[in-house]
């Protein structure tokens, strides 16, 4: 039997804001039984099994700066629907995931600085239980563009799967998003590296 497609929710009911401004219990709540924490990228892979579950979500509130309003720095955006938190999207300079440069999508037939921290990266996404297949991850795309323009980022850019009609994809691969959501936001792709996965940018 067919599943029902879940509503679409308007684009203008769902508010964006800085994870320094969202609580770290809607963080939570938004993460769900999720036990990455959004540090994939940030912990080197050798080093990742010597981390435990618990120092992943206290490495992610630091970060965050959680309930901290005009924290100096924050890693991410959070999306609300009327007040209840939906979405989670990491977004920093690129510099600030070091798992990044021994993984070969982002730098496969580019000439890319490693070290320059002006170009941004979206790495992560993570829509909450309930609320899924519903445009979450679009208002998330769409807004990490002013948040990099704002704080001073030359370019952003994502590392998305290819997703395409009537190819499953499991839950835990998106969390790198899908080029159409980045597309949909106004990023152009500029490489292919794998079959699976594009590289897509915004240059300020």
Known sequence: MRQDIPEPIPADELVVVPADRASWDDLQAVFGTTDCHCQRYKIFTYQWRSVS???RAARLREQTGCGTP????????VAYLDGEPVGWCAVEPRTAYPQLTRTRVPWKGRQED?????VWAVTCFVT????RRRGVTYAL?????????????????????ITRPGVEITWGELHVGSRDVFLDAGFTEVSRPTLRRAVVRIDF
Do not use: N, V
């Open 53 to 55: 579950d618990a120092e």
């Open 70 to 77: 005009g924290a100096r720095s924050t890693s991410g955006l």
């Open 114 to 118: 490693e070290t320059d921290d002006s």
């Open 128 to 131: 909450r239980k309930g609320f």
């Open 141 to 161: 795309a769409r807004a990490t563009i002013d948040f990099a323009r704002e704080r001073g980022a030359r370019a952003l850019e994502a590392y998305p799967m």
